[in-house]
């Protein structure tokens, strides 16, 4: 089955740096895009970044400039390396892909940010 394991969250200063990582199984990662989403308290899910199985990237506006999705398709592993940090970007980071018509999403990690 589909899994999609993230870490590297935790409490961070503003202006300090992350970088999450997301372990996917049960897929053939390369053909995979995988997408990094977030959701602060009382918010809706919102899309961070995401990446195509050839590499090209977006971003949403509040995080271009400062944030970075990659992949290493040889670990089956996404990246979201993310600088600059500020308040605002204290949430619960999510991983995802689509596999088949089905999104898959794993436990998610917490990124906090002080201020």
């Keep these: 089955q589909v899994q999609l394991v993230e870490s590297g969250g935790g409490l961070v200063q503003a202006g300090g740096s992350r970088r999450l990582s997301c372990a996917a199984s049960g897929i053939i990662f390369r053909y995979n895009a995988m997408g990094w989403y977030r959701q602060a ?57 689509d596999h088949m018509g089905t999104d898959y999403w794993g436990q998610g990690t917490q990124v906090t940010v002080s201020s």
């Design 41 to 97: 308290p009382g918010k809706q899910r919102e899309l961070v970044a995401s990446i195509t199985s050839g590499g090209s990237t977006n971003y949403a506006s509040s995080v271009k400039g400062r944030f970075t999705i990659s992949r290493d398709n040889a670990k089956n592993t996404v990246y979201l390396q993310m600088n600059s940090l500020k308040p605002a970007d204290t949430a619960v980071y999510y991983c995802n892909t």
